[in-house]
């Protein structure tokens, strides 16, 4: 289950991003340059991405480790797995 204070930040995050759409929705209507289009919905995608990090290292292992009856090895070996996954996609 997700923590609170990490349920408020992604929550957070996500009207951001609802915000930002309505931005770039708006820039459409006024017929604004592709080019400046691009840029807002490349920083969506880049605020999306955050903030599927941001998920993945507060509550991976929980979610991995929850229905089962994990060893603490196990749960040490999940949680480098993790460590490993956002390193690489930072």
Known sequence: MIKPEIQAEVLNRL???KGHITGIE???????SCGSIMVQLSAIRASIEKT?????????VE???????????DK????????QLITFLK
């Open 15 to 17: 009207k951001n991003i």
């Open 52 to 60: 599927g990090l941001h998920i993945l290292e507060n509550n991976a």
């Open 63 to 73: 979610c991995l480790c929850s229905d089962i009856q994990a060893k603490p090895e």
């Open 76 to 83: 040490q070996k999940v949680e480098q797995i993790v460590k």
């Open 26 to 32: 708006r820039m459409v209507e006024e017929e604004q």
